[in-house]
Structures are given as structure tokens and as C-alpha cells.
């Protein structure tokens, strides 16, 4: 299932296309054209909200349609109570750029509306008053509480470079699953936006 892209106020209207490699436009009126890499997506300008939208919902997409994420939804499937998706929770997303970008805003919330609307697994809360809820019920039940059958985690990273009148900006997102059963790493991988003739930084 595509991510449907929820634009800002502040921003200019762009449609994406659901073909991979097709182009779309961008504020800067550039276009995301797809390189040799299938893993990189190249555009002009600054980058802003719309290099997230595009990039983490289509690498949350490939992790899915992955025969090792299908494998482990199978399995999880066959030994969680009946009724029961797979209960993922985002560690960490870290931030390795030298740029001030709310993560949680432009990475958590589009991985976390791409994997609900798929309906393969179920959040935890990252509310307190919901975890101390619910950590009352398994008291007064005295029930085990539910812990995490999975563990994700990210990473942003860029790289300058450029000769002649060309310069560019590569921001790199990568990407981890983890069974919390051993450990094991189930799925990784990672993209890239190149923001030709773009000044470094983040814009809205």
C-alpha cells in the first residue's frame, strides 16, 4: 500500500507517482528523477518535507514487499494468540547531519502511518498516561505485560560533493528491523535523495 502524502499548509501542492522512476514535482519546480541506483532519487533544489515523503514511505514499502519481513510476519502470526499483529516500536532514529530536523515529525509519523495502514502490525504508544493505563490493567489482572515481538531503527546521514558547477547533497536514510526474540537483524536498507545545485540545509 502507497503512503498517501499529506502536504503542509505552507507548502506548494505536489502529486507523487505510484510508478517508481516516474517524475513528480517539487516546490523548487524540479523533478525526482530515478538514477541508475533504484535506491536514489535525484532532485534540484534545497531539500524540504517533500524529499521525506517520498523517500521513507517508498523504503518502508520495499521493506514490506521483502521476502524476509514476510517470513517473519508469517511466523510471528503462527505463534502470537489469534487476533494478535505483531507489536513493533521505534528506538531510535538518529539524526547524523549537522541540520536541526524534527524526526519524529518527518520520519516517525510517515514509517508509522505506512506500516498501520498495511495492517500487518500495531504500534506501541509512546503516550505515558496510555503506558501507565495499561500498566494498571496487567496489575490488577496480573497479566504479563506485552513487550515488543520487534524493534526498528534509523538513520540520516549526508554527504557533500560536487566538481565544477555542479554541487551536491546526498542525504542517506538507512533502516533496521530487529527480532526482539534474538536479536537478529530481519530486514536493512536505506535510500538516497541528491540535491543537485542546492544550498546544504533543511527548508520548509
Known sequence: MKYT?????????????????????????G????????????????????????????????MMASQPFQDEMARLHDVLPRGKKPLIKITRLQNNTTE???????????????????????????????????GFKEGRTRTEPRLPDLVMYGKLATLRRGSGDEKQVAYSF???????????????????????????GFGL
Open 31 to 62: 523533478g525526482w528523477k530515478q538514477t541508475d541506483d533504484p535506491a536514489e532519487l535525484r532532485s534540484t533544489g534545497s531539500a524540504d518535507i517533500q524529499d521525506f515523503d517520498k523517500a521513507i514511505p517508498e523504503l518502508i514499502n520495499k
Open 174 to 200: 538507512t533502516m533496521e528491523l530487529a527480532s526482539t526474540d534474538d536479536n537478529s537483524i530481519i530486514w536493512t536498507g536505506g535510500s538516497r535523495v541528491v540535491k543537485v545545485n542546492g544550498r546544504p
Open 5 to 29: 502524502i499529506v502536504r503542509r499548509a505552507a507548502l506548494v501542492a505536489c502529486s507523487c507517482s505510484a510508478i517508481s522512476g516516474a517524475l513528480a514535482c517539487n516546490s523548487s519546480g
Open 100 to 134: 536541526r530536523i524534527d524526526l519524529d515529525a518527518f520520519w516517525f509519523q510517515p514509517v508509522k502511518e505506512v506500516l498501520n495502514d498495511s495492517g500487518k502490525v500495531s504500534f506501541v504508544s509512546e503516550d505515558d498516561l496510555g503506558a501507565q493505563i495499561a
